[in-house]
């Protein structure tokens, strides 16, 4: 299930999650994870962080499907291994990508209307679904080693 997990995330974006959302959803189900809580923490994440241009919201996903499964639960758990696969998945991403945040990504204001309108007019959604497969493929490979 792991390795559809890329090609799911697509699927939910283009049915109408949005980055975040999809790429934390496919993860979850690839580990066989539900709750009702997902996607629903990640929604704010979406269109780096609510429109404001900051971290790529299918790295957001990503790392909260990280989370899912090398995360902590109790104060006395170490943190060692989760920041570690963060960092890995962060410093990826920005080596394929060019970065982590979605405004210099996307190269447009999502927060103003005329970004908006640039973003549709040059179908730059198809560019975040690419971001939304790879962010998924890279956090499939860090948490299934």
Known sequence: MSEQA??????????????????LLALAESQG???????KIATGFC?????????????????????????RCLPSDSLES???LTQKMIDLFENQYGSVNCGQLIGCDLDTKDGQR????????????????????IAISLITR
């Not at 799911?8 to 999809?22: D, K, M, Q, W």
């Open 47 to 71: 269109s780096g962080i609510s429109r404001k241009g900051y971290m790529c919201g299918a790295v957001s996903g990503a790392i909260m499907g990280i989370n899912l499964v090398a995360g």
């Open 6 to 23: 890329p090609q799911r995330s697509v699927e939910l974006f283009r049915s109408g999650y949005f980055c975040a959302e999809s790429v």
């Open 118 to 137: 640039f973003f549709l007019e040059n179908q730059l959604l198809e560019r975040c679904h690419q971001y939304a497969e790879g962010a998924t493929t």
């Open 82 to 84: 989760c920041y570690a």
């Open 33 to 39: 994870i539900q709750s009702d809580l997902i996607p």
